[in-house]
């Protein structure tokens, strides 16, 4: 292992591998990314649903998304890997009226930064996802540029051309302190060694407040737990079938193989890094899913899963250097959003680190802003 890096990156899931593409792609020096697990993507980012979505209630988060899907979009060109962007589209179903009142809010302002989202009438929806009741429905919103991605073909092909470009890249190796000179770092204590190096970039999802505590810094990102269900062979699942959300019920959907996703966040869940399965989430996530779709009766559970949200008290992601330890720079709290925003964290990190003005706002995204009182709640959080 290197002893000496000119960046340090802590953590090997989706949001690391990105973060160290786009700084190698500039030449940044030394880069290793330090991997607690014996293989990457062994966090959350294994964990995900693979939705990748631009409508979201703030302008940072539509454009943190729009500047993914267009570098998801050109991924083998950037990479030199395949992977699949599956543009289905993500359709939000409304049948309450303060929802439609919201959603018609969020589309206008989706529509200034110029995404394509558009409104559909209740009759519209089976065209994209037939078999869903739609008697309660009033509106849905539904932009045809989201879709589906598969969390590991990604982070596999950014992983790829990590090494390629020269990227260390050491598992079961915990970071385990972290020294400084001052206020500044200098060490990365780890189970496989030190690392001296004069910067450290906190992509350790769930447990990034734990790293950034170990620099006697802070970072406001809290783990939940949540859960997934996967069903067998459904014959209305057709290749178009689009991401699906029920705003009412918070239930989500998608295609999976031949069958169907299914998740559901269980807001009342305390903050814990437990990820065991709870047969009673599951079976509150069928509840839903079958008042929704009726012919999901006969389907058969094929899989299911636990995994854990990084969030932030306003599930908006935390971007920048931390407000007390110099050469700390944070990455982190996407608050479920992580696989889909990882190739824009990617590039603005590598711009901000590299003193450039990042290519998107992301002033609201700073660690400061807490403390600051300067805080934008994402709503539009499943
Ligand atoms: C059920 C579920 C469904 C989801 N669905 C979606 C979705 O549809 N779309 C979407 O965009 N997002 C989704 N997400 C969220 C997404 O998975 C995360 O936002 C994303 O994976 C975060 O990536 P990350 O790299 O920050 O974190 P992780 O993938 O968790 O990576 C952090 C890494 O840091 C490592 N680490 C921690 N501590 C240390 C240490 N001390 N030393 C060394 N390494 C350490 C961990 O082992 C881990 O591998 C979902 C999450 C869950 C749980």
């Given at each position: 292992m290197r002893s000496r890096a000119d960046v340090v990156v802590v953590g090997g899931g989706i949001i690391g591998v990105a973060v160290a593409f786009y700084l190698a792609k500039r030449k940044f020096g030394q880069i290793v990314i330090v991997e607690k697990e014996p293989f990457l993507g062994a966090g959350s980012t294994s964990k995900a649903a693979g939705g990748i979505r631009?409508?979201?209630?703030?302008k940072a988060n539509i454009e943190m998304s729009m500047l993914s899907e267009k570098l998801f979009c050109q991924f083998k060109e950037d990479t030199g890997s395949e992977a699949l962007f599956d543009q289905v589209g993500y359709l939000f179903a409304l049948s309450e009226d303060a929802d439609v009142k919201t959603y018609t809010k969020q589309y206008e302002l989706q529509r200034s930064v110029g995404l394509n989202v558009q409104l559909l009438k209740p009759e519209d929806i089976p065209t994209y996802?037939?078999?869903?009741?739609?008697?309660?429905?009033k509106l849905a919103t539904f932009c045809h540029d989201d879709g589906l991605g598969d969390p590991s073909e990604f982070l596999r092909g950014y992983e790829k051309a990590d090494r390629e470009m020269g990227v260390g890249i050491e598992m079961e190796c915990e970071v385990t302190g972290i020294a400084r000179n001052g206020d500044k770092v200098t060490t990365v204590r780890t189970s496989k060694g030190d690392i001296s190096t004069p910067l450290i970039v906190n992509c350790a999802g769930a447990w990034s407040a734990l790293i950034a505590r170990m620099a006697g810094g802070d970072v406001k990102v809290e783990p939940y737990k949540r859960q997934c269900v996967t069903t067998g062979e459904l014959d209305f699942v057709k290749p178009f079938f689009p991401m699906v959300v029920d705003v009412k019920s918070g239930l989500y959907f998608h295609k999976e193989s031949k069958g169907l996703l299914l998740g559901w966040a269980d807001k009342d869940m305390k903050s814990s890094f437990d990820v065991s399965i709870e047969p009673d989430y599951t079976d509150t996530i069928i509840e839903k899913a079958l008042d929704r779709i009726p012919q999901l009766e006969t389907a058969e559970i094929a899989n299911q899963w636990a995994g854990l949200y990084e969030t932030t008290p306003d599930h908006q992601a935390i971007i920048g250097w931390d407000t007390e330890v110099q050469g700390l720079f944070h990455v982190t709290g996407f608050s479920g959003h992580g696989f889909m925003h990882a190739p824009a964290a990617g590039v603005v990190t590598s711009e901000i680190v590299a003193g450039q003005k990042p290519t998107i706002d992301i002033s609201s995204l700073g660690p400061e802003r807490f403390a600051r009182g300067l805080v934008h709640h994402e709503t539009n959080v499943i």
């Open positions: 631009a409508q979201f209630s703030t996802a037939p078999h869903i009741r739609i008697d309660d429905i």
